[in-house]
């Protein structure tokens, strides 16, 4: 009867309402001992430079592999970092490691290879945020020239304490780049205000370019801007050759996607160092 399935439906709604709150119990409780438990890692997308044919540095992505439930999408941990606050130790952690890599590649005279680091909202705006950033430098000697730091549209809200944070931060030689833009609700003379050096053009425009008029249009719109602004543009979530063409052709200065590597484990960056497109 309807009433049964009624009651059915609620219980089995109760049931995995249950099973989705034990479950980010578990998660938050797991993403606390994470790092003790040596579960997470780096993975390193490289990113192409377009004019030169040669790869001049690396994204660094958190990878959680929970003893339990396996490997766990940074789509669903970040923002569960970022509700418990946990996403400060996280980020800190992070940014070390990655710099202590950058050391590394320089001891080891792997030459102009930066890095980039993903910094949340919530990391962006503590108040002593740049001194930590200079405390990592100065523990691990990592060279803050090969060092950038990915913010979102929505850190730099508040403009006048964003500007004085960015040019710290550059002051320190680090560059700034603004992640996933276009996504955002920032205006174009709000961007203009930012001391940041980098536009990283949402891989959402970069979808399905190859067809879509109205991306090919906002690609254009972003790259017009960035010349104007004397800003260094790459463009994310390229995975064919056709889309490599029209950004090269459009004049993005770099590019990084599953066309050149998906994020790789730091053993194999190495190797991916020497790769260069060679079909065009
Ligand atoms: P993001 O910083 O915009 O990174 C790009 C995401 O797109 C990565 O997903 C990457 O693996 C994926 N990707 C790269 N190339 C392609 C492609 O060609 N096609 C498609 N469809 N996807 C591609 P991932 O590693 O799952 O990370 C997702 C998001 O989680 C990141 O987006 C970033 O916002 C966040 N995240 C990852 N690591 C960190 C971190 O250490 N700290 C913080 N605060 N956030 C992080
Ligand atoms: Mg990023
Ligand atoms: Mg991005
Ligand atoms: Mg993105």
Redesign the pocket.
């Known amino acids: 009867s309807a009433k049964e399935q009624g009651k059915n439906r609620y219980q089995t709604f109760n049931v995995s309402m249950d099973d989705h709150i034990t479950l980010k119990v578990n998660l938050e409780n797991g993403l606390r001992k994470a790092i003790e438990l040596n579960e997470m890692s780096i993975?390193y997308?490289p990113k192409l430079e377009l004019l030169s044919n040669e790869i001049i540095g690396v994204?660094?992505?958190?990878r959680w592999k929970h003893s339990e439930y396996g490997n766990i999408?940074?789509?669903t941990f970040?923002p569960l970092a970022e509700e418990t606050g946990l996403?400060l130790k996280?980020?800190d952690w992070?940014l070390r490691e990655a710099c202590l890599q950058l050391k590394k590649w320089e001891d080891e005279g792997v030459e102009h290879l930066g890095v980039s680091?993903?910094?949340?909202t919530i990391?962006f705006l503590q108040k002593d945020f740049v001194e930590k950033v200079e405390a990592i430098l100065k523990d691990t000697l990592a060279d803050p020239v090969y060092l950038e730091l990915?913010i979102t549209e929505s850190s730099t809200m508040d403009t006048e304490l964003v500007i004085s944070k960015l040019k710290k931060l550059k002051q320190l030689g680090i560059k700034i780049s603004i992640?996933?833009f276009g996504s955002g609700y920032s205006s174009l003379s709000h961007i203009k205000n930012l001391p940041i050096d980098i536009l990283k053009i949402d891989?959402s425009f970069i979808n399905d370019i190859e067809n879509d008029h109205s991306n090919q249009a906002i690609v254009s719109t972003i790259l017009a801007l960035a010349t104007n602004l004397n800003l260094k543009t790459i463009a994310?979530?390229?995975?064919n050759e056709r889309q490599y063409q029209i950004l090269k052709e459009k004049g993005c200065d770099q590019i990084?996607?599953?066309?050149i590597s998906?994020?790789v484990p730091v053993a194999e960056v190495s190797k991916l160092m020497h790769f260069k497109v060679t079909n065009v």
């Not at 994204?59 to 958190?62: C, G, P, Q």
């Not at 994310?236 to 995975?239: A, I, L, N, R, T």
């Open positions: 993975a997308q994204e660094a992505l958190l999408s940074p789509s970040i996403i996280l980020g992070v680091v993903n910094v949340s990391q990915e992640d996933d891989k994310e979530g390229v995975e990084q996607g599953y066309y998906k994020p």
